[in-house]
Nanobody, 112 residues
C-alpha cells in the first residue's frame, strides 16, 4: 500500500489550501483515512479522520475551519480554510485498516 499526498504550499493567514491523498495497492473497502500534522518540536497529532462509511472526527483546533471528505475507499481530501500561522506543519495522510499506512508528508506554511 502506498499513499500519495499533494496540495501543500505557502499561503497567507486567512487563506485556503486543499490537500488530497490517494492510496494504491490492495486495500479494504472499509477503512479510515485521515490527516495528521507535525510542527517542529512537536509530536505528530490528529487533524481529522473520515471513515469509508461517512463518519468524521476533527481536532478541536480545526473544527469549523477544516473539512475532510472521501470520494471513495482510496481517496481523502482536506479542505483547509481560514488558515492560521499555527497551522504550519508537515501534514501526513494515513490509512487505517488494521495496520496503519502513512504517506510522505507535505509542507503547509501559513505566513502572518
Amino acid at each position: 500500500v502506498q499513499l500519495q499526498a499533494s496540495g501543500g504550499g505557502v499561503v497567507q493567514a486567512g487563506g485556503s489550501l486543499k490537500l488530497s491523498c490517494a492510496a494504491s495497492g490492495s486495500i479494504f473497502s472499509i477503512n479510515v483515512m485521515g490527516w495528521y500534522r507535525q510542527a517542529p518540536g512537536n509530536q505528530r497529532a490528529l487533524v481529522a479522520t473520515a471513515g469509508s462509511g461517512g463518519s468524521t472526527n476533527y481536532a478541536d483546533s480545526v473544527k469549523g475551519r477544516f473539512t475532510i471528505s472521501r470520494d471513495n475507499a482510496r481517496t481523502v481530501s482536506l479542505q483547509m480554510n481560514s488558515l492560521k500561522p499555527e497551522d504550519t506543519a508537515v501534514y501526513f495522510c494515513a490509512l487505517h485498516m488494521g495496520m496503519d499506512y502513512w504517506g510522505k508528508g507535505t509542507q503547509v506554511t501559513v505566513s502572518s
